[in-house]
């Protein structure tokens, strides 16, 4: 299956300015995390601002059926009671975690520290996502898996070990959610758990761990790496945590208002970790108008005021060390460099050919059959931008919330209409997508 039950087609048309203010949801990275931790800790975590898209409720039904209370309160309100390190209950059922990688592997790392088994599977998409790269390490530790899909994917039995054994792990590729796991595992371990990563990946983990009360400290590691040491066994304290706006859903309203003539919105309080601004950087090398005020920070996790204006971009070089900062946001880079004046290279994207879709592939198809020439050259994607694209193409989402709405930006600026296959997906990460982009201004029907 590559499509809902149900597909839901839709359409963009060029539109004319978007304006106004709009407040994109939560942060979907630090939503899974303030679950994980509250149910990891002993007493209450209130959470405001959760995202409350499917792959965040997955991880919330999982963590009550591991034995947390997780309650919503109000409007992306949420409490957790938690059961403390280690405390988590076998599971009755097999844990569903829909469409969600980031869900489904963190609590992997989760369950890997607690003497329980449990039932992982998910969607079609992530029953076809590599899970080994979580295996191999947590398996190190002690777990034991047992898994009837290919190559250790889903759906999977794993037996958290008794008698955690903390390691010094390198991650084999920059990736939060292979470091996360370890980490979550290591909770569990005596002594220090420590993860290396060659280029450094979100750290949401550990400041989300040290705002909980872990003793965790991150240094450098050569020229853009990390080494990350957490003491195992820490009592974890139930906390607040706000959840900023996510800059990975920002990106599609912002990309949106730079190609769409005359436009001008701004986003409040967007999260502007470094770990996760590099499409914003990227954008403003090619010329965007883009500016950010009211710069605060809460729980480690700056935040600031976004405004987007109608620019004029022109390619650039995305150098590979960049991709861990914007490996989400390359689908949405790829409309803005396809509106551009001349060629974007995009160097290093072989981990987008394990998301929720083959993103490599689907980020050229996508340009493609709607006009715009696009290259796939071993890890690298190099579109050619003509200023405008001759849209009319229909889009095939793959299950993938990203390409949808990376699609219907297209089609905002297009010469002719852009129709996506299916927006069921969308829902995973950004539930309001449609109305709040129509409220901008946008034409989608
Ligand atoms: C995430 C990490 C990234 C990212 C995903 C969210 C996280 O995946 O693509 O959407 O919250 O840790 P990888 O760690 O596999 O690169």
Redesign the pocket.
């Known amino acids: 299956m590559t499509h809902s039950d149900h597909p839901s087609p839709l359409e963009a048309r060029c539109s004319g300015p978007l304006t106004g203010k709009a407040r994109v949801p939560g942060d ?2 630090i939503s ?2 303030a679950l994980i931790l509250g149910a990891l800790s002993v007493g209450k975590t209130r959470i405001s601002g959760l995202l409350e898209g499917e792959d965040v409720l997955n991880t919330a039904k999982s963590m009550r059926a591991l034995g947390a209370e997780v309650d919503r309160t109000g409007d992306f309100a949420w409490v957790v009671q938690g059961v403390g390190v280690s405390g988590f209950a076998e599971p009755q059922n097999p844990l569903d975690f829909g469409n969600s ?2 869900g489904c ?2 609590v992997m790392g989760a369950v890997a520290g607690c003497p329980i088994t449990a039932v992982f599977d998910g969607d079609a998409s992530l029953r076809s996502r590599p899970m080994r790269r979580v295996l191999d390490p947590l398996e190190l530790m002690g777990a034991k898996t047992r898994s009837s899909g290919e190559g250790g994917r889903l759906p999977l039995t794993l037996a958290g070990a008794r008698d955690p054994v903390p390691i010094t792990y390198r991650t084999p ?6 470091k ?1 796991a370890v980490l979550l595992a290591g909770l569990s371990a005596p002594g220090v758990t420590t993860v290396i990563e060659q280029e450094a ?2 750290d ?2 550990e400041l989300m761990l040290k705002h909980f009360g872990a003793e965790i400290v991150s240094s450098k590691e050569g020229a853009h790496g990390r080494k990350i040491a957490l003491t195992g066994q820490p009592e974890l304290h139930g906390a607040d945590v706000v959840v900023p706006a996510d800059p ?1 859903s920002a990106a599609f309203p912002i990309v949106a208002a730079l190609i769409v003539e005359g436009s001008d919105i701004i986003l409040p309080d967007v999260m502007t970790n470094p770990l996760r601004t590099g499409l914003f950087a990227t954008l403003r090398e090619m010329g965007a108008l883009l500016e950010e005020t009211e710069v605060r920070g809460d729980a480690g996790e700056p935040m600031a005021q976004i405004r987007a204006r109608a620019s004029k971009l022109r390619g650039v070089e995305v150098p590979p060390e960049r991709a ?1 900062s914007m ?2 946001e390359y689908l949405v880079l790829a409309v803005a460099a396809a509106f551009a004046e001349g060629t974007t290279i995009m160097r290093g994207l072989h ?1 987008l050919r394990v ?1 929720e879709s083959d993103r490599l592939a689907a980020t050229a198809a996508m340009l493609r059959v709607n006009g715009v020439s696009v290259e796939i050259s071993g890890d690298d994607l190099v579109v050619e931008g003509r200023g405008h694209v001759p849209g009319g193409g229909l889009v095939a989402t793959h299950m993938d919330h990203r390409i949808a709405m990376s699609a219907l930006v297209m089609g905002l600026a297009s010469d002719k209409p852009v129709k996506v296959d299916d927006t069921a997906f969308i829902a995973t990460s950004f539930p309001d997508f449609i109305p709040m982009m129509r409220a901008l201004g946008a034409e989608l029907s």
């Open positions: 979907k990275s899974h995390r990688g980031t592997r963190l590729v920059a990736s939060a959610q292979i996360s990946s979100r949401h983990t990975s861990p490996i989400d981990e998301k």
